[in-house]
């Protein structure tokens, strides 16, 4: 079992920025991919970055390309994103998630992601 713990959501206002944090509490936590996901009220929720197990390959979604920034810790066990130029429309509930992979191919089905975090609330005022 993975633990995972985000932080670093709060109010906003439009054009600024956050970063999130997510602290797999595993000790050992080599090969597997994470990957932030939102779901704002009365919306599905919908894949908004990946990255590999290595850091070397990293997936966006359309509607924040350019915007964000997925990274990972040093130790591996920890992912942030850095979100910039924020939007009302990305105000959602943040969730971490994670899954093994041995694979450079990054999924954006939430479906395929085995552990997830709490989720932190992200609002972006106009």
């Known amino acids: 079992q993975v633990q995972l713990v985000e932080s670093g959501g709060g109010l906003v206002q439009a054009g600024g920025s956050l970063r999130l944090s997510c602290a797999a509490a595993r000790r050992r936590f080599s090969g597997y991919a994470m990957g932030w996901f939102r779901q704002a009220p009365g919306k599905e929720r919908d894949f908004v970055a990946a990255?590999?197990?290595?850091?070397?390959?990293?997936s966006y979604a359309d509607s924040v390309k350019g915007r964000f920034t997925i990274s990972r810790g040093n130790a591996k066990n920890t992912v942030y994103l850095q979100m910039n130029s924020l939007r009302p429309e990305d105000t959602a509930v943040y969730y971490c998630?994670?899954?093994?992979?041995?694979?450079?191919?990054?999924?954006?089905?939430?479906?395929?992601?085995?552990?997830w975090g709490q989720g932190t609330q992200v609002t972006v005022s106009s």
């Open positions: 990255i590999s197990w290595s850091g070397g390959s990293t």
């Open positions: 998630a994670a899954y093994y992979s041995d694979s450079y191919y990054l999924s954006r089905t939430d479906q395929d992601y085995h552990y």
